[in-house]
């Protein structure tokens, strides 16, 4: 595709459910980032993928929030029991990674709404 | 740690009017710096980096190693500049950190 797709674009959930947020970044980008985008709070660090290594998961805010990125490509945002404090947008984010020139390309994001 | 600091929820500027938006970040080593920006209904996206030393739509920003700062300037604001602006801290092969963000609102 042309850029970073999310999907869903909406997603409103009853508190206590799982949900699961999808990414599929541009082809050929080592680097997938997720972030939180909410009022007052800026752009919060949530996971980062690089490559093969290890994800850096420092950002995740509990241990009801997990992601994996399958074959290096589509990644899967999971919120466990969510809160009403979850909802919040939900931005993917894949750079190629060169020579730390970190250019992002966001997708639209994930609008979450937790009732 | 990390840490990129923007000390201004929002900055409201008439048209016409210098504008600086403001960001210091902490970091021992050396940082790449970036400036994103979020028009409305629009995705976010890249304005400009410290590396390429660019100007983008009029905006500069400088980086200033010895007050680890990395403000966004432009001399004349455009309405069409409103949006929200963050600031990003980059180490090499290290996630992007990004700063709380400054709305700025250009009033005619």
């Known amino acids: 595709g042309a850029g970073v797709s999310q999907s869903p674009s909406n997603k409103v959930t009853e508190k206590g459910k799982d949900v699961e947020l999808r990414c599929d970044p541009i082809?050929?980008?080592?680097?997938l980032y997720w972030y939180r985008q909410s009022l007052g709070q800026g752009l919060e660090f949530l996971i980062y993928?690089?490559?093969?290594?290890?994800?850096?998961k420092s950002g995740l805010p509990s241990d009801r929030f997990s992601a994996e990125r399958t074959g290096g490509s589509v990644s899967t945002l999971t919120i466990q029991r969510t809160q009403q404090e979850d909802s919040a947008v939900y931005l993917c984010?894949?750079?190629?990674?060169?020579?730390?020139?970190?250019?992002?390309?966001f997708g639209s994001g994930t609008q979450l709404s937790v009732l | 740690a990390q840490r990129v600091t923007q000390p201004e929820k929002l900055l409201s500027v008439f048209k016409g009017a210098p504008v600086e938006l403001k960001c210091n970040y902490s970091?021992?080593?050396?940082?790449?710096l970036f400036w994103y920006v979020q028009y409305s209904r629009q995705r976010l996206q890249l304005l400009l980096r410290?590396?390429s030393r660019e100007s983008i739509k009029g905006f500069t920003a400088d980086l200033n190693k010895g007050e680890t700062s990395f403000h966004l300037k432009k001399p004349f604001a455009q309405e069409e500049d409103s949006a929200m602006y963050y600031c990003?801290?980059?180490?090499?092969?290290?996630?992007?950190?990004f700063g709380a963000g400054t709305i700025l609102r250009v009033k005619s």
């Open positions: 970091y021992s080593g050396s940082p790449e």
């Open positions: 993928f690089q490559g093969n290594s290890a994800p850096d």
């Open positions: 990003a801290l980059s180490t090499y092969g290290n996630k992007l950190v």
């Open positions: 984010a894949s750079s190629s990674v060169l020579g730390g020139d970190e250019k992002l390309f």
């Open positions: 410290h590396i």
């Open positions: 082809s050929g980008h080592t680097a």
